[in-house]
């Protein structure tokens, strides 16, 4: 899988995958429903989930496949056909005819998903599928799947090219706008033995290894880089440092 079509599970999030196929559902919806449809729930699996079993209606693409089984199936036809079923008595006939309409309208959804993702080939080694719950106002009306990296393609296309170079340069820079520095004067050092420290008592001098006329040395004490240098002076009670 290369590095481009690919995200972790987490990154998968269910409003990310609804924005990235928002287009192509509402399209279809236009098309055979007048209604929305979304997705509301989606999980990862290694063996696709969606069966040909009697009583559902399936359809299969390069890429994609949906499914409406008997319970969803009839929350799809109702909203195909804009009215309830409930209290109507379906001949054998009027069954074929449903699922047959059905069964055209999920051909269509496939053949968009298909388009949809065919930007992003799905590696013949990956078996890592994506499967969608879609639902109406009504409730679930079916499942889709799609290939993980496929999905995780479109997810990240969709993203868009968010950490650009300008960007990211700006982003460190504000960043940097708002850290605290500590900034420290050097008047000057000296190297001592252990020994010699440990017997300082109040009244000895230190001899530095500067003049009282040279500037101090002004430095960042968490990175101890030099930035310049300053003369000791008096800002009223206090000690101040002029910058040269």
Known sequence: MSC????????LTLDRISAALSMCLRQWAQAWIGDAVTVGQVQFSYAAQISTQVGRIHAAGSASTVSSEARTKR????????????GHVLTERDHRLLDGLAGRALEDLVARCDRLVSAFPAPAETARIAILTLRCPAGEIAKLELPHAALAGLVKASLGDVRTKATS??????????????????????????EDVAGLAVGDVL????????????RIAQAGVTLGAGVLSRDGNRVALTIN
């Open 75 to 86: 929350t799809l036809l109702e909203a195909l056909l804009g009215t309830s079923l409930h």
């Open 4 to 11: 481009r079509a690919w995200l972790p599970d987490a990154a």
């Open 207 to 218: 001899l530095l290894d500067r003049s009282l006329d040279e500037p101090a040395q002004i």
């Open 169 to 194: 340069i700006r982003s460190r820079a504000q960043a940097l706008d708002e850290a605290t520095v500590e900034i420290e004067a050097i008047l000057g050092e000296n190297i001592l033995r252990f």
